[in-house]
């Protein structure tokens, strides 16, 4: 059985990733230096794309390098 996300949202300090056995996992934004210090309209246009197996691979197309 292989889970992947199935949405994602945050808040000011956590990136909150559904997955599809339904758990939910809350991951801290400081791992995440650009997305820490994006607006959350930037952060509301992440895509989500599985890479394989367990692996989940998120793009932010809106934040700059």
Do not use: Y
Request: aromatic share 8%; hydrophobic share 40%; charged share 20%.
């Amino acid at each position: 059985m292989s889970t992947s996300a199935t949405a994602v949202r945050f808040d000011d300090a956590t990136m909150w990733v559904d997955l599809t056995d339904g758990r939910i996992v809350g991951v801290p934004l400081a791992w995440f230096p650009r997305l820490l210090h994006a607006t959350p309209e930037q952060r509301a246009h992440c895509r989500i794309g599985v890479t394989g197996g367990p692996c989940i691979g998120k793009t932010w197309t809106r934040i700059s390098r």
